[in-house]
Nanobody
Framework: VQLQASGGGLVQAGGSLRLSCAAS????????MGWYRQYPGKEREMVAV????????YADSVKGRFTISSIDNAENTVTLQMNNLKPEDTAVYYC????????????????WGQGTLVTVSS
């Protein structure tokens, strides 16, 4: 299973970006997908996660500004709409998915995509 993240870039404070994540490979089902971010020298922190049943969870710092989409089970994708971006949102954003594969039915593993850099200028 591979997760491909896209959509990062440079934006001014107050602007918007949309991140996308697509899972490919032997995906049987996706239990959850989400986004984490990492500041230099820091641990990764949860930004937003959505379950397969549509339950969304957000970090307090992004509530009201970021919106995670439902999982598109046909395309195995999820998006993160980021509005009213702040300089403190500058980080590398990682997509993650809790996935069952066709080879290991009944077992869920966590997969990570490559990071995408989001830079918010003041």
């Amino acid at each position: 299973v591979q997760l491909q993240a896209s959509g990062g870039g440079l934006v001014q404070a107050g602007g918007s970006l949309r991140l996308s994540c697509a899972a490919s490979g032997s995906v049987l089902s996706i239990n959850a997908m989400g986004w984490y971010r990492q500041y230099p020298g820091k641990e990764r922190e949860m930004v937003a996660v959505i379950t397969g049943t549509g339950s969304a969870h957000y970090a307090d710092s992004v509530k009201g500004r970021f919106t995670i989409s439902s999982i598109d089970n046909a395309e195995n994708t999820v998006t993160l709409q980021m509005n009213n971006l702040k300089p403190e949102d500058t980080a590398v954003y990682y997509c993650t998915g809790a996935v069952q594969t066709a080879q290991r039915v009944g077992i869920t593993n966590d997969y990570w995509g490559q990071g995408t850099l989001v830079t918010v200028s003041s």
